[in-house]
């Protein structure tokens, strides 16, 4: 639902830039005769085959009336969409409850396998364990500051994650920033920080690296997240992340 009503302040915001300019754009639309080229409103038609400049104009007039037009339908479907979707947040969900169950832990709300996921051992990355020198507010430790942003994120919404953990991608083992699951649906999700583009080199391991987790079948933000330094410095996204791609509110 948070992620429809996002959807809809973007459609928004993008009709108003649309309209505005519009507002700058000619008057009337492009017409065609032969290998001649008018401006055609309701006074006049008016040849302007060598005027490229407002040939270029009504073109891009056409595609924002036509874009306007989309735009209009979507924000009403949206809109009519919002006020029949039920609010799935799985938070809200418990504390719609009567007391007789929202008092309890929230484990007991959880998904049958996480017990298992939470007591099973998995290979950590063993390299230069002497950067483990960064802590969340849970005491786990970690490699960046960025990735500290990121873990104490989850940490807030009570998300179980593995950090730096060996996965297998064909046949290669690689070691995935951080793997976390949906405490409710068991739903699986990978985050990759990207956080050393300065570094030579990094650029190419980086792309090497998503390229792997493509032919793997992970879906870039479907189900697996990709961040960079930028993103890890704004709370907004870090939460609209984890709302929109693993928990799916």
């Not at 409103?41 to 989309?70: D, V």
């Not at 924000?75 to 938070?91: F, H, V």
């Not at 063993?126 to 483990?132: N, P, S």
């Not at 493509?214 to 890890?232: M, N, V």
Request: hydrophobic share 35%; charged share 30%; aromatic share 12%.
């Amino acid at each position: 639902m948070k992620s429809m009503m996002i959807k809809l302040a973007d459609y928004e915001k993008e009709l108003a830039s649309v309209n505005k300019e519009l507002e700058l754009l000619p008057e009337g639309r492009l017409s065609k005769k032969g290998s001649f080229y008018y401006q055609v409103t309701k006074e006049k038609k008016t040849g302007i085959t060598k005027n490229k400049k407002i040939i270029r104009e009504l073109c891009r007039k056409r595609y924002l009336q036509t874009r306007k037009k989309l735009l209009n339908n979507n924000i009403l479907a949206t809109s009519t969409a919002l006020k029949k979707i039920e609010n799935t947040a799985s938070g809200e969900i418990i504390d719609s409850f009567p007391s007789t169950y929202k008092q309890l832990s929230r484990d007991y709300f959880y998904h049958p396998s996480m017990e298992k996921w939470l007591q099973e051992d998995y290979d950590k990355n063993l390299y230069r364990m002497e950067d483990l020198k960064f802590s969340s507010n849970n005491g786990i430790k970690l490699r960046s500051k960025s990735e500290v942003f990121i873990a104490n994120q989850l940490e807030s919404y009570h998300l179980p994650y593995r950090y730096d953990t060996a996965i297998k991608l064909g046949s290669k083992t690689i070691y995935t920033d951080f793997i976390i699951k949906n405490p409710y649906t068991g739903k699986i999700i990978l985050w990759e920080h990207f956080g050393a583009l300065h570094l030579a080199d990094y650029e190419r391991q980086m792309n090497d690296k998503m390229d792997l987790y493509l032919k793997a079948g992970y879906i870039p933000f479907e189900t697996i997240i990709y961040t960079f330094e930028s993103d890890s410095k704004n709370p907004k996204r870090l939460k609209y992340l984890i709302e929109t791609v693993i928990l799916g509110e």
